[in-house]
């Protein structure tokens, strides 16, 4: 299995909180992603990073920033979470080539 | 944006081939297909890929039409270890960012 974790598993926070997720490689994978996926529906593209400091949005970026100062983090931040984004995060790693590894995901319920 | 299309669910008996059809007709020149698969309360992990040609590997094969509008996930002996959801994947050649369908669930019957 590719070296990824997420943390933290599972997280409870009220609305307005600000929230961070992170995501960590261990395989010095250049490409990083942060999806997220709602009951019944496939996974959403949030942000991507191409390389520390190299991000872009995805198609559902509002409400969400990234940043990567390093190759293997990833951190996904709520500034003021909504009950809108109760999700599963799913982060995923990927090299040059075409296939995505992904990590264990993140349960975020926002009360 | 382009997204695939897919049948809700399907269902199969063990140890039978099962055919997942994917449509993608606004598909670009350069996007691959990806197929990735789903457990519960997992990730999505990878079955294959492919650009043009038909392609195989020690899970599946996957057949891509001529005009690249649909393909189809070939499973050639269907075991209660592949119930899972099964996602046909858009990926761009740009950063390789995918775009999910919502996905076939797949049930195997012993």
């Known amino acids: 299995d590719a070296g990824i974790t997420q943390s933290p598993r599972h997280k409870v926070t009220e609305t307005g909180t600000p929230v961070t997720l992170r995501c960590h490689q261990t395989?010095?994978?250049?490409?990083m992603y942060w999806y997220r996926q709602d009951p019944g529906h496939g996974l959403r593209l949030i942000h991507y990073?191409?390389?520390?400091?190299?991000?872009d949005k995805g198609e559902v970026s509002d409400g969400y920033s990234v940043s990567r100062s390093k190759t293997e983090d990833f951190l996904l931040t709520l500034e003021s979470a909504t009950s809108s984004q109760t999700s599963v995060y799913f982060c995923?790693?990927?090299?040059?080539?075409?296939?995505?590894?992904f990590g264990p995901g993140t349960r975020l319920t926002v009360t | 944006d382009a997204k695939t299309t897919q049948p809700n669910s399907m269902e199969s008996n063990e140890e039978e081939p099962v055919h997942l059809p994917c449509n993608h007709s606004?598909?670009?020149?350069?996007?691959?297909i990806h197929w990735y698969r789903q457990l519960p309360s997992q990730g999505p992990e990878y079955v294959i890929h492919?650009?043009?040609s038909n392609v195989n590997n020690r899970m599946a094969s996957l057949a891509i039409a001529e005009d690249r509008k649909s393909s189809t996930l070939i499973l050639h002996r269907a075991t209660l270890r592949d119930a899972a959801v099964y996602y046909c994947?858009?990926?761009?050649?740009?950063?390789?960012?995918?775009?999910f369908g919502s996905g076939t669930k797949l049930n195997v019957k012993p």
């Open positions: 606004t598909i670009s020149g350069t996007d691959y």
């Open positions: 395989e010095n994978h250049r490409y």
């Open positions: 990073s191409y390389g520390v400091k190299d991000t």
């Open positions: 492919g650009l043009t």
């Open positions: 995923a790693i990927s090299e040059a080539g075409y296939e995505q590894y």
């Open positions: 994947i858009r990926g761009d050649y740009n950063f390789n960012k995918f775009y």
